[in-house]
């Protein structure tokens, strides 16, 4: 199994940008940013549930590099480019950490946990790879998610659920 290595940074928020692109120079592969300014002004449209996250000055920047490059040797050079700029800006208490990250097949992995769920009272929606057996009068709908599709779960396709349940007679074959 492949592995990554991860390098956190965290920095001032104006360092943001600077030290993106310093990981980015030393060989990332990707980079990642926590800000907690990221949710304020955000406004509740469509019944989002938005973290309660307490604002703070500092921000993490997130880089990711393959197994084969030495991040020591990364968070040295990172740390003597962020020295030299000290005089012009002021990224706070720099802090860095790595971790080892096992790559995972993210497009299939969440499979394990999708089950069949019970929409209405005769609807069930069953993932195609499942075997499941209906009980009596119970109606399956075969759902292949994948990435671009949901579960079915959503409160708008439960509400096309309770209606489309009105109409089914059983047998009907949907593409």
Partial sequence: MKTWQELKVTVKR???ELVSNLLIELGAQGVAIEDSMDY???????????????QQEEIIVTAYYPDTVDVAVVEADLQARLEELTDFMDLGDVKMGTTALAEEDWADNWKKYYEPARITHDLTIVPSWTDYEATAGEKIIKLDPGMAFGTGTHPTTKMSLFA????????????
């Avoid at 304020?40 to 307490?54: C, K, L, M, T, Y």
């Avoid at 489309?164 to 593409?175: A, N, P």
């Fill in 164 to 175: 489309l349940e009105q109409v089914l007679r059983g047998g009907e074959t949907v593409l």
């Fill in 40 to 54: 304020v002004g955000n406004v509740d449209r469509f019944g989002e549930i938005f973290p309660e996250v307490e």
């Fill in 14 to 16: 104006e360092g943001e």
